[in-house]
């Protein structure tokens, strides 16, 4: 296999090159034709080479690509923050920009912590997060993250993170027990937590309101988040909800957490809010965590060279724009519905198909050995990764994860195409 100098995800595989992408399709330089059924790892939203974000991009290009956000502000970085506050839960009232997911989580870490420093609370500073989760790469990301194997070569370098149950009901939920006994188990193990670690301690509680990447499109029982909440509130913590995989649409409606009822403290989003144009990921906050920071130090300790990158904004704020005028939500809620129910007749009562989950065009089916037990396959057999060898070869792009590690019990398989596929792609 030809090997380049890029430091490739597998350093034994250069994998084959994108030369195009149109649609839900994206070709590569031997002419095979891939259909984009993941998103890549559901960031297409608005699929590839849509002419009114290019043409946004270019706009904004020809205008100005760059001017540092030490020195200047430019309107379309502030379109898109009053876009999104606008369609925000409530209160939110600021937006930090980035470029990417991870990014997005260390700044919602950091700027949770000054909040409290600035509060005269300076003995907060521990995050509680969930043992089935995926916060990202960089340093304090990966700390809070739920991934075992992904955190042990870098343990040393890494915060100490109490984690919880994740609200899992296809593995977690015994059969004696009911849905509402089980979330109310969740809730007594999270507040059990808090107090273990000493409620003056903690800054915060960090999930995914549909697990992504460690879960395949895991959506929470009724009532959890509100419990969360709830839970939060009684032990004055912030509540900081990753909707970088789950985020900007891809459940059916703009923020995954509006289908819980429920406002976060902090919001982060990346992925589908460029749609891939850009790379952009943004931080939503509460009005009242920042307007702590402006009557007190003046400024949010932190900043990166890119934040605010007009061309990134251009992109974000036009895939956001389309989505509104195309009416994409409604279709993700249709197109969803359709896919789930297509899912169930062909794989239903498939042997090794434990759960097929999710939420708009977020879905997740969970593989199994044994159907009756649940039982997983073994890690070492690493199914996933045959999996998506052979969906590549058959032209399909799916975003297998797998292997029985911490909180990632099992093999699963997400779907997440882009809002404009088709009933027949
Ligand atoms: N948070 C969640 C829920 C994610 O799924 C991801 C990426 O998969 C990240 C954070 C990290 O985002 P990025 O890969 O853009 O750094």
Redesign the pocket.
């Known amino acids: 296999m030809l090997m380049t100098h890029i430091i490739h995800r597998s350093l034994r595989q250069t994998p084959p090159f994108a030369v195009g992408a149109s649609g839900v399709t994206v070709y590569d330089s031997a002419g095979n034709a891939y259909l984009d059924a993941s998103g890549g790892?559901a960031v297409s939203s608005l699929g590839h080479g849509h002419p009114d974000v290019i043409a946004a991009m270019h706009r904004q290009i020809d205008r100005c690509a760059y001017a540092h956000t030490a020195f200047f502000t430019t309107e379309v970085a502030e379109e898109l923050a009053d876009t999104l506050v606008a369609r925000a839960p409530a209160g939110i009232g600021a937006v930090y920009l980035v470029s990417?997911?991870?990014?997005a989580?260390e700044t919602a870490l950091k700027l949770a912590r000054q909040y409290f420093v600035e509060g005269g609370e300076e003995g907060r500073s521990l995050f509680i997060a969930r043992r089935q989760s995926?916060?990202?790469?960089t340093l304090g990301?990966l700390a809070v993250g739920g991934n075992e194997w992904r955190r042990k070569p870098f343990a040393p370098l890494l915060m100490e993170v109490p984690r919880v149950a994740p609200c899992y009901e296809y593995r977690d939920r015994r059969d004696n027990q009911s849905v509402d006994e089980y979330t109310a188990a969740l809730l007594d193990e999270l507040e059990t937590a808090i107090i273990k670690a000493g409620p003056d301690k903690v800054i915060g509680f960090v999930a995914?309101p549909v697990v992504?990447?460690t879960g395949g499109a895991i959506p929470p029982t009724p009532g959890y988040f509100k419990g969360v909440r709830e839970i939060c509130d009684r032990h004055g913590i912030l509540f900081i909800a990753?909707e970088?995989?789950c985020g900007m649409g891809r459940t059916g409606t703009l923020f995954a957490i509006e289908q819980d009822g429920v406002a976060p403290d902090i919001i982060t989003v990346?992925?589908g809010l460029g749609g891939g144009y850009q790379p952009i990921?943004a931080v939503l906050a509460q009005g009242a965590i920042v307007e702590r920071l402006r009557q007190g130090s003046g400024s949010f300790l932190h900043g990166h060279t890119y934040i605010g990158h007009p061309v990134a904004a251009a992109a974000a704020l036009a895939v956001q724009q389309v989505i509104e005028r195309d009416g994409l939500q409604q279709q993700v809620q249709r197109r969803g519905a359709t896919l789930k129910r297509m899912l169930g007749d062909v794989f239903g009562k498939h042997e090794h198909v434990g759960d097929i989950r999710g939420r708009g065009l977020f879905l997740g089916i969970e593989l199994v050995r044994d159907r009756a037990t649940k039982e997983p396959f073994a890690p070492e057999r690493k199914l996933h990764a045959a999996i998506k060898a052979e969906a590549m070869a058959r032209g399909l792009m799916v975003y297998p994860m797998g292997g029985t590690i911490d909180g990632q019990r099992g093999d699963h398989i997400l779907l997440a195409p882009p809002f404009i596929v088709s009933a027949s792609e």
């Open positions: 790892a990417g997911g991870s990014e989580m995926y916060h990202g790469n990301a995914e992504g990447a990753d970088v995989m990346a992925k990921g």
